[in-house]
C-alpha cells in the first residue's frame, strides 16, 4: 500500500479520512520486513511493541466506528477477548500473533472503517454516547482516529529504530 500526501485541497471530510489513511500507512510501512521476533521486540523501558500497536489500533479502529459510531456489536477478536484479566489485552496479546496476521487485521479494521464511511457525513451522530451522556458527531471520531495512529507513530518510529536502525517516515 501506497502512502499519499492528503489534497491540500480536499473538503474537510476527504481530509480527515486522507490524513488517516496517510497514518494508517505509515504504521504499516514501520511493522513490513520484520518478523515475529523483531515486531515483539520492546524498547527496554517499555513493554510495547510493534505488534502490540497493530492490533491494538485495529481494536481502536473497530471500537470507534464499528461499536461507537455505527452502534454495531464488536467484532472478533475483540468480543471474546478477556478485558476483564487484561485491559491491555490488545496491546499484550499480539507477542503471540503471526505477523502477518496482525497486518491483516490492523487492514481489515481499516478497510471496515473505509466502508462504513463512504456514506457518512462529519456531521453524523455517533450511536454511542460519552460518559456526560453526549454524542460525538463523525468530525470528532475521525479527529481522534488521526490523533491516536500518529501519536502510535511516534513509538513505532522509535521501536522501529531499535530493531533495526530503520528511520524516517
Known amino acids: 500500500m501506497e502512502r499519499h500526501d492528503p ?3 480536499g473538503n474537510e471530510q476527504a481530509i480527515l479520512e486522507q490524513f488517516l489513511d ?34 491494538h489500533l485495529a481494536c ?7 461499536v461507537r459510531f455505527l452502534g454495531d456489536p464488536e467484532p472478533d477478536p475483540w468480543a ?6 487484561d485491559p491491555d489485552w490488545d496491546l499484550h496479546s499480539a507477542e503471540h500473533d503471526d505477523p502477518d ?14 466502508q462504513s464511511l463512504t456514506t457518512a457525513s462529519l456531521d ?7 460518559r456526560e451522556g453526549q454524542q460525538w458527531n463523525l468530525r470528532w471520531i475521525l ?7 500518529a501519536r502510535h507513530n511516534g513509538h513505532a518510529d522509535l521501536l522501529r529504530e531499535a530493531i533495526d536502525g530503520s528511520v524516517g517516515e
Open 124 to 130: 453524523d451522530l455517533s450511536v454511542g454516547v460519552n
Open 60 to 66: 481502536v479502529e473497530d471500537y470507534w466506528i464499528q
Open 22 to 55: 496517510y497514518h494508517r500507512v505509515t504504521l504499516l510501512h514501520k511493522a513490513e520486513g520484520l518478523t515475529a521476533d523483531q515486531l515483539r521486540q520492546p524498547l527496554p523501558t517499555s513493554s510495547l511493541t510493534l505488534a502490540g500497536l497493530l492490533k
Open 80 to 85: 471474546s477477548a478477556p478485558w476483564d484479566d
Open 101 to 114: 496476521a496482525l497486518r491483516g487485521l490492523y487492514r481489515s479494521a481499516c478497510e471496515r472503517t473505509r
Open 143 to 149: 479527529t481522534h482516529l488521526v490523533e491516536e495512529t
Open 7 to 9: 489534497d491540500p485541497t
